[in-house]
């Protein structure tokens, strides 16, 4: 993967969001959906057409994914939240941390099982009180269960291609973790997989090949990593802040690529006026086939056991 042979990042949408972010492709729609979260907003993209919608949001988004029924579920400050694109309405499903106030949802991915994996964060970004969960859909609604704690901003999660590896960030600190993942969803074995030095690591997701991509706040790029660690070439992205990349189209082949104009002194944001904006470049490796959140209980989830632990 050279990174001179790619294209540069182009501007699809020059949208200047606050704080876009998790950006997902919907198979289903041929589009691509982002957040912005200090913007309160869900938006979407549709390549083929180049038509854009937008819907507000009652808290701050911190994702979105597809759900098997043509809804999405949202991580909204304070929950998970089913969300109808066709009327703009939003439902809880199921509270998260209502005894920390201070935190919010931020990333989130699904796993090739069919399970939600997010983390929380401390929105004021001081405090240590973030943890990642892992999320599946039951008879009698969704079990929760956290896994690992101790973040002051989660970002990730991602899965690798074979679904035995979990890599997670804490931002703040520069370091992206990897975890083996299980059959049942159980995390072990947390080590550092690598540190970012000039930025700190934003979302991050794998392709087909198992690279690592990662986004990189106050950074102006993303990083890749092969699967042992190797670093590869950085790809440098017009904006300060680049938060998370999603793979999309018919052939997977084709990176989106979320930035933030949150935090960019007026100097910088002279000098990248599209920052904020939502950028698109072709690749030679595909991204992993996309997986829907199951709107009803899936066979394989069924006959595991409730590991909730609270």
């Excluded at 808290?59 to 304070?78: A, E, I, Q």
């Excluded at 599946?136 to 074979?162: F, M, W």
């Excluded at 975890?179 to 995390?187: C, H, I, K, S, T």
């Excluded at 935090?263 to 030679?284: H, I, K, W, Y």
């Amino acid at each position: 993967m050279d990174t001179a042979a790619m294209p540069q990042p182009r501007c699809v949408w020059d949208i200047q969001a606050q704080l876009g972010e998790g950006p997902v492709w919907s198979a289903r729609e041929q589009a691509l959906y982002f957040v912005d979260i200090v913007g309160h907003a869900i938006h979407r993209f549709h390549p083929a057409t180049g038509a854009r919608s937008s819907w507000p949001t009652p808290k701050r988004p911190g994702f979105v994914v597809p759900v098997s029924d043509g809804t999405l579920m949202c991580g909204l400050k304070d929950g998970l939240y089913r969300f109808d694109p066709a009327s703009g309405d939003f439902r809880c499903e199921v509270a998260v941390e209502p005894g920390l106030p201070g935190n919010r949802i931020n990333d989130g991915c699904v796993d090739s099982m069919g399970r939600l994996w997010f983390g929380t964060m401390d929105d004021g970004e001081s405090t240590p009180t973030g943890a990642l969960y892992s999320v599946l859909r039951k008879p009698d609604g969704l079990c929760v269960q956290r896994h690992d704690e101790g973040y002051i901003v989660t970002n990730g999660p991602a899965i690798s291609p074979d679904g035995t590896k979990l890599y997670h960030n804490h931002s703040p600190a520069g370091i992206i973790y990897v975890f083996d993942l299980a059959a049942d969803g159980e995390l072990t074995n947390r080590r550092v997989f690598a540190r970012l030095a000039d930025g700190y690591p934003d979302g991050v997701v794998v392709d087909s090949a198992g690279v690592l991509w990662v986004g990189v706040w106050n950074g102006g790029r993303i990083e890749r990593f092969q699967p042992d660690g190797t670093r590869l070439e950085p790809i440098t992205v017009p904006a300060q802040n680049v938060t998370k990349v999603a793979f999309g189209g018919p052939d997977l082949r084709t990176v989106y690529i979320t930035t933030a104009r949150k935090n960019t002194p007026d100097g910088r944001l002279a000098t990248l006026p599209q920052a904020g904006g939502l950028f698109s470049m072709a690749v030679e490796v595909a991204g992993q086939a996309p997986t829907m959140f199951p709107a009803t209980e899936m066979a394989e989830m069924a006959a595991l056991p409730d590991i909730t632990k609270g």
